[in-house]
Every structure is written in C-alpha cells, then in structure tokens.
C-alpha cells in the first residue's frame, strides 16, 4: 500500500512507503475498519469498508 496524496499534489517521501499485512493487521487490532476518528467525517462511509474487494489490492 502506498501513501495518499491529494489530486494534483507534488508527490513526497510517503508515496514510497509501504505497509506490510502484519503492520496493517496491527492497526485494525487498534483501530478497526469503519472507526470514526474525525468528527468532520461523521457519517460518511467509504466504499473500502462497504466493499471488501477494494482493500489490500496487490499492486
């Protein structure tokens, strides 16, 4: 998985980094699919965590 960058934004190091599925499956031990952390985002449910196809793509 590869760091997210705005549309248009110049790219920086984060685009380089990648997690591996342990870091990613520590993070959801932590942090579940579907948790809300922002209050701005309150409602909104991204397609990812609707649709199991779209998380962890190979590239």
């Known amino acids: 998985m590869t760091g ?3 549309p248009g934004s ?3 190091a984060s685009d380089k980094v990648r997690l591996g599925r ?3 499956d520590r993070i959801g031990e932590s942090v579940p699919p579907g948790a809300n952390l922002a ?3 309150a409602g909104y449910t991204p397609a990812v965590l609707t649709d199991a196809t779209l998380r ?3 590239a």
């Open 4 to 6: 997210w960058s705005a």
């Open 10 to 12: 110049p790219p920086t």
């Open 22 to 24: 342990g870091v990613l």
């Open 39 to 41: 209050a701005l985002a």
């Open 56 to 58: 962890r793509r190979s």
